[in-house]
């Protein structure tokens, strides 16, 4: 039995409609925000964008936007621009959002590799980008 690709991306830092850079902006037009949305884990500050660990069942919530995905193939060839925009860095991978109540299967792009000794998780969840230039955790 093959699981479906799920339909939503999870988006926590540049990825979020309010934050998007103009370099991937394009790609982004054909996603719908449907709206808040939170997953398990903890947010690094890593200068200008964050990156997420999944902690699993104990760890914290970090709050981002819930995208959904255009129809296939569509969904393909945006997933394969977003791919190539997060770098070699980060990964894609198939995770478990909350919306409110509501469990959402989706795709959220997760650090490779633990972060570099020295760099501090956001204690709040929460990216902002006026607090990473101001060199703020929370």
Known sequence: MTRSAPRHLFAYGTLQPRFVPAEVACFLRNTHAVGAATVRGTLYDLGQYPGLVRDGVGGRKVSGTMLELPPPPQDQALLHEL????????????????????????????????????????????????????????
């Open 83 to 138: 791919d190539r925009y997060e770098g070699p860095e980060f990964r894609r991978a198939r995770c478990v959002a909350w919306q409110g109540q509501q469990r959402v299967t989706c795709w959220a792009y997760v650090l490779r590799h633990p972060p570099s000794p020295g760099t501090h998780p956001i204690s709040t969840g929460r990216w902002e980008p006026i607090l990473a230039a101001r060199g703020r955790r929370d």
